[in-house]
């Protein structure tokens, strides 16, 4: 069952209530909008840098997952769970300060397999990485 207005009145709600887990808010990520097929979140650059100052490549998968994982689980609905099968990045620019927002589309909301696709753009709104994630979908024990 998908979750619905009636299952799940809010979003943004429903992420508060759940929560974003240690690493994402460890990372500063921030949800700003929130359904099944579609979630905006930031991160801010700082902290969540690689030695030579470019916000680190696996800061873009975090933030792409969590955006993706999130949706995935909120799409499974309740007494289901929905769990990573695969993540992938391309990363085309690179974010130095500032913040930067992942808009998270499904491309595919089906019963045993959601997948997303989180395009990271910087301040500017210069595309800096493309993650697309794939969730199966299944009952809870």
Known sequence: MTADAQTIPDGLQW???????????????EFLEFASDRAVATMPVEGNTQPVGLL??????????SLGSMAANFHAGPGRLAVGLDINATHTASATSGIVTGTCT????????????????DASGR???????????????
């Not at 680190?56 to 997952?65: D, P, R």
């Not at 800096?128 to 809870?140: A, E, F, G, P, Y």
């Open 56 to 65: 680190h490549g696996g800061a873009y998968v975090v933030l792409g997952e």
């Open 106 to 121: 499904a491309i595919h909301l089906g019963r045993s397999v959601a997948v997303h696709e989180i395009v990271v753009t």
């Open 15 to 29: 992420v508060a209530d759940r929560g974003l887990g240690a690493l994402a808010e460890r990372m500063g990520i």
């Open 127 to 141: 595309r800096c990485s493309t993650v697309r994630i794939t969730n199966l979908i299944k009952d809870l024990p």
